[in-house]
């Protein structure tokens, strides 16, 4: 039988425990596994209006309302919500912790029953594969047997073309945004640079530092900085930035913040690591770099959708250079040599990898009537209300 936690002092509930271990792709059976989630909106009586949120790295279940934690809004405020792109009003919104994460799902700060302190290191490695896998039996539990859509940018796209590979049958639509089918060397080098910063920090201590009552700010810190640079581009940081000083008139000839620019990347770092773990950011960055369609089917990326009855809308950016609109385009390729329905947009931004979190009328317009006409193939009216999942 499932476990749904509920109670009144975890600010993080719901949480599904699933039935039976998980075997991760390594290979390591995992038991048990928790997964945090979070709904908006009523599924309908046929269930047949469920939408799936994957988040990015540093993302969460909290896609939309208050952040417990951080008290700021969910991240996709601006495309889910009564009225919004992805409107509550119509679908039923399930937003997920991934495995790995630190908002409630199994992870390395989580307990491990074999030891009765947290995972740390021994906490297995997982892939994105394990991620939707879990995600999958989530869904099984829920009593949702198909989604309307699964959709998300960056890691969340990675996520979305595996629920597309994985489990094609459970899926009528997929939007894959701001991503690719697998991590390329540029990316990533930039994760183990992360990864190398928090554990380069003596506050670390092995990855044990929740037992030794420390945490590595510094480090975490630096890795959130140097990740944070890749999300946006040089015409942004340009434009909001240049190179105007930091609350000074001249030159400090020294090493404090003299530069808005970097006083804005400290603070991305010092705020981050308030709301996230080092070991979690260590285990989801290297999910994200094992990830390749390709590779996983002989090389031959077009073999991953062999037969697909999914509808893809793919969305790049166009000043998109951590995830750019080549590798949405090799997608498309693959997916138009198995004659897949698709549609490919790149949406004209200058800000960068981010700008799917943004308010960029273009994207959503996108976003939007391809959702409009998808509901529209499969019968699903605007007034789809039922009964609460």
Not at 198 to 221: C, F, K
Request: charged share 20%; aromatic share 10%; glycine share 8%.
């Amino acid at each position: 039988m499932s476990v749904l936690d509920t109670s009144s002092d975890n600010a993080l509930a719901p949480r599904l425990t699933l039935e039976g271990p998980l075997v991760l792709q390594s290979g390591v059976s995992l038991s048990p596994v928790t997964i945090a989630y979070q709904t908006y909106g009523t599924l309908n009586a046929e269930k047949s209006n469920a939408i799936l949120v994957c988040h990015a790295l540093t993302g969460d279940q909290y896609v939309a309302g208050a952040h417990p934690v951080s008290g700021r809004d969910g991240w996709w405020h601006h495309v889910v919500g009564p009225g919004k792109v992805i409107d509550t009003d119509r679908y039923f919104v399930i937003g997920t912790n991934v495995l790995g994460g630190c908002m409630g799902s199994t992870g390395p700060k989580e307990i491990n029953p074999e030891t009765e302190r947290p995972y740390g290191l021994l906490f297995p490695v997982i892939t994105i594969r394990d991620m939707v896998q879990a995600q999958a039996r989530l869904l099984d539990q829920l009593g949702i047997e198909k989604l309307f859509c699964v959709t998300g940018g960056s890691m969340g796209a990675l996520q979305t073309l595996e629920w597309a590979h994985r489990f094609p049958e459970r899926v009528t639509a997929a939007v894959p945004i701001a991503g690719s089918y697998r991590h390329s060397a540029q990316n990533i080098a930039f994760d183990e640079v992360g990864r190398q910063a928090i554990m380069a920090d003596p506050e670390w201590r092995q990855g044990n530092y929740l037992e030794e009552g420390t945490v590595p700010t510094r480090g975490l810190a630096v890795a959130r900085m140097a990740a944070h640079i890749t999300y946006l581009s040089e015409p942004a940081l340009q434009r909001k930035f240049g190179r105007r000083l930091q609350d000074r008139e001249n030159l400090t000839y020294g090493f404090d913040a003299d530069f808005q620019v970097e006083s804005y990347l400290r603070h991305q770092g010092s705020t981050f690591v308030d709301r996230f773990d080092a070991n979690s950011y260590l285990y989801i960055s290297r999910a994200m770099d094992y990830f390749d369609l390709a590779e996983e089917n002989g090389g031959n990326l077009a073999d991953a959708f062999k037969d697909t009855p999914v509808r893809f809308c793919l969305i790049s950016i166009s000043s998109d250079w951590l995830f750019p609109t080549s590798e949405s385009r090799a997608i498309v390729h693959a997916l138009n040599a198995n004659a897949a329905k698709v549609s490919f947009v790149e949406v004209e931004s200058d800000k960068g990898h981010d700008a799917f979190l943004l308010d960029e009328p273009e994207f959503h317009d996108t976003l939007k009537g391809f959702l409009d006409g998808a509901a529209r193939t499969v019968g699903l009216d605007d007034g789809a209300q039922g009964e609460s999942a």
